[in-house]
């Protein structure tokens, strides 16, 4: 039985132009990544900023096509399929993005924007079937009652309600996957957990699977509490699992070096916190990364091995990981910070 959605060995380069005669430079944004997706399931993806998570999202959705490997989508290669499917994978697979301001057109209401998608995919027949179906999306995501948003423009909503007409929007196509990309981090602290939990409501009662990109372990941990996780660094995989033994034991020593950094809400902790376990804390470029594993200008417990040969994603205790010495980090919890 194939998986829902499944990355095969993908790598994505882009080209940057250097002025008008000179070469353009391959940047390797993503290489290599395999991952798959089961129905229904969510997975958090995480890493630093310019790591690659946005473009592996847009890999998923069909808006990049991978300069090698496949994507595979219930079984069957994205970019060999024939309109009628490909059609079909572009209904199935959403993107909610981060910005919502820009996400939606700034001179049509909420309605039009909804019934857009909706008449055009022929998912309802009349523009009066179109707004009766807007108002149950919009009622779907909480924005009650919805004769008091329907007619609103973008600039007239905060920006968890306009994120909450973006998951709408998103729904209203009946997708099997959504990919969220930093949907709670341009708005406000307090409403994080709203849109959170909306996206948990829709993932248990609509049966959609969704990808969280993120920057945050912890809202990473809250929204896939019963899924799994997967670390980005440098457009590699460095480590998957559930989220559960990702984080009670993680191996790789970058993940280990994130979860230090989160800051820790006791005072006796916090105050006994060490340095960072990291040799340097600047991010390599991505245009540029280091030969070999590219986390060793940073590791801690980098060998020669390191710096030649890149490693491969591997079991190792209940998680993959993608460390020549793997078996020498040595545990990391909370409680080992000294
Ligand atoms: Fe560190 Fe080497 Fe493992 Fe990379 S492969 S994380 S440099 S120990």
Not at 172 to 186: N, R
Request: proline share 8%; net charge positive.
């Amino acid at each position: 039985m194939s998986s829902l959605l499944e990355l095969r060995n993908i790598s994505m380069i882009f080209e940057q132009k250097s002025g008008m005669l000179g070469k353009p430079t391959p940047i390797p944004a993503m290489t290599d990544v395999q991952l798959s997706f089961e129905p229904g399931e969510i997975l958090a993806l995480v890493g630093e900023s310019g790591c690659g998570k946005t473009t592996l999202g847009k890999v998923v959705t069909g808006l990049h096509k991978p300069s090698k490997g496949q994507l595979l989508f219930q079984g069957k290669d994205v970019w060999n399929m024939n309109k009628a499917e490909f059609t079909e994978y572009r209904q199935s697979v959403q993107l909610v993005q981060q910005d919502s301001y820009a996400a939606l057109n700034p001179m049509r209401t909420i309605l039009q924007s909804l019934s857009d998608p909706i008449l055009q995919h022929k998912i309802v027949r009349s523009r009066k079937e179109a707004h009766d179906r807007v108002c149950e999306l919009l009622n779907t995501v909480g924005l009650t009652p919805p004769e008091q948003y329907i007619e609103k423009y973008p600039h007239q909503m905060s920006g968890g309600q306009r994120q909450r007409v973006l998951l709408a929007r998103a729904i209203s196509l009946k997708p099997k996957l959504i990919v969220a990309d930093e949907p709670v981090s341009m708005i406000d602290v307090s409403l994080r957990m709203a849109i959170l939990r909306l996206m948990s409501t829709l993932n248990k009662n609509l049966g959609i699977a969704f990808i969280y990109i993120t920057h945050d372990l912890a809202t990473a941990r809250y929204i896939a509490q019963h899924g799994r996780m997967a670390v980005m660094y440098l457009g590699k995989i460095v480590e998957q699992g559930s989220v559960h033994d990702v984080l009670a034991a993680p191996q790789h020593p970058y993940l280990q070096a994130l979860l230090s950094a989160v800051p820790v809400p006791n005072p006796r902790i916090a105050k006994a916190k060490r340095e960072l376990p990291l040799k340097s804390l600047d991010m390599p470029s991505i245009a540029n990364p280091p030969t070999g594993c590219s986390f060793h200008p940073r590791c801690l417990y980098a060998s020669q091995t390191c710096e030649q040969t890149a490693p491969s994603l591997a079991p190792s205790g209940k998680t993959i990981v993608s460390c020549h010495h793997v078996e020498k980090v040595p545990p990391w919890t909370i409680a080992t910070v000294k």
